[in-house]
């Protein structure tokens, strides 16, 4: 006996594959779908000491505070304040320019295309079976638009 998983949209398409895979004589009792609870809540953006999943909104706010302040320091000689104030406030302006510049992509760009591209898997698909039938379910699995399939032994 073998383990076919497969992962579906919740659609038509399921449905015609289970009645397809009744058709080619695999019983009821050797299928289970397994609705997946899909995440409600946006990605959280500023990481914790325990956790991180590798977007950073800094390092661009780092580089563009350098740049400024190299700018702020070098126009300094010639302003009032001198290029220590100046090299700071340009380091401040381009943080802050850097940070907005990251949160903005993050939380509209990403998103956008997240929503985008669609295709999220909703349901898990088991069907147990011969090792015999293992192509045939694979096939009807696939020609019923799984996103994607695995066997186990």
Same mark, same amino acid.
């Given at each position: 006996? &073998?383990?076919?998983f497969?992962?579906? $949209?919740?659609?038509?398409? +399921? $449905?015609?594959a289970? /009645?397809?895979?009744?058709? %080619?004589g695999?019983?009821? @009792? !050797? ?9 409600? %809540?946006?990605?959280? +953006?500023? @990481?914790? +000491?325990?956790?991180?999943?590798? &977007?950073? +909104?800094? /390092?661009?706010?780092a ?5 400024f !302040? ?5 126009? #300094? *000689?010639?302003?009032?304040?001198g290029?220590?104030?100046?090299g700071?406030? =340009?380091t401040?302006? =381009? *943080?802050?320019? #850097?940070?907005l ?16 591209? #669609?295709? %999220? ?12 039938? #293992?192509?045939?379910? $694979?096939e009807?699995?696939?020609?019923? *638009? !799984?996103?994607?399939? !695995?066997r186990?032994?």
């Amino acid at each position: 006996m &073998i383990q076919i998983f497969s992962a579906f $949209e919740h659609s038509v398409h +399921l $449905e015609l594959a289970i /009645s397809s895979l009744e058709k %080619n004589g695999i019983g009821k @009792d !050797a299928m289970y779908a397994v609705p997946l609870t899909l995440r409600r %809540n946006d990605r959280r +953006l500023f @990481d914790s +000491l325990h956790r991180s999943d590798g &977007i950073s +909104l800094l /390092s661009t706010g780092a580089a563009l505070g350098t740049a400024f !302040a190299v700018v702020g320091a070098s126009v #300094g *000689f010639k302003l009032a304040w001198g290029p220590i104030y100046w090299g700071l406030i =340009g380091t401040t302006l =381009g *943080f802050l320019l #850097g940070f907005l510049i990251d949160l903005f992509y993050y939380k509209v760009v990403k998103k956008q295309r997240r929503l985008l591209r #669609g295709k %999220n898997p909703d349901v898990i698909f088991i069907v147990e079976c011969e090792e015999t039938k #293992g192509d045939l379910v $694979e096939e009807i699995l696939w020609h019923h *638009f !799984a996103l994607g399939t !695995a066997r186990i032994r």
